[in-house]
């Protein structure tokens, strides 16, 4: 029988993010010296790396929609109906893929950098972690969905399983640390002129 006590999470490859590592600090803590290189253009690239993601599950599947919504106390949130962020289980406990605190490994320092709709580099969703106040990251796949909070990409609370729906996909909430980033007042037109829907993914900004 295998040790209940070895993990079995240094088994599991590493495609997008290392899964042997929960938090990244150094990671992060780069991030947050470098806003200008790292959110070049403010507040919309953020909502670009974010966006990212749900396009990129909706390619693996053969199409998407995502909804961005714009509160007034600055809060931006992206919801997409994908398959929910790959979550796993090791001695009984959830997993979740650290994409929040932890470097996308695709995209972080690659020399030929994939550019966003802004013309931007692409670098990952830690970037938009370690430059938020705050942000909220649940997930809904079929077999559960989860939950966890956020501050500068570190965590702040434990993954918590929230009750079952009858979708999958994930949504990620979020307010850029204005410390940071100029508070902009990023308004849904802007993202309108730069998002354009293809035959496989749409967007709805509100």
Known sequence: MPDPSVSGRSTWSTTTHDWSMDVDR?????????????????VLHLVLEV????????????????????????????????????????????????????ADVRFFDRLEPVLLADGHARRGMSTVAAQSDVLEHTNRRSEGSWTRRYQHGLPATELVSTAPTDRT????????????????????????????????FTVTVL
């Open 26 to 42: 150094d990671h992060l803590s780069h991030i947050r010296s470098r806003p200008g290189e790292y959110a070049p253009g403010g």
């Open 51 to 102: 966006l990212a993601y749900a396009v990129d599950e909706a390619e693996d599947q053969g199409g998407g929609h995502a909804t961005i919504t714009f509160d007034s106390d600055g809060t931006i949130d992206v919801t997409d109906l994908g398959r929910g962020t790959d979550t796993r289980f090791d001695r009984g406990l959830a997993i979740r893929k650290p994409v929040v605190s932890t």
């Open 169 to 200: 996909g994930t949504t990620i909430r979020f307010r850029p640390d204005t410390s940071l980033l100029a508070a902009d007042q990023l308004r849904p037109h802007d993202l309108r002129a730069l998002v354009v829907d293809t035959q496989s």
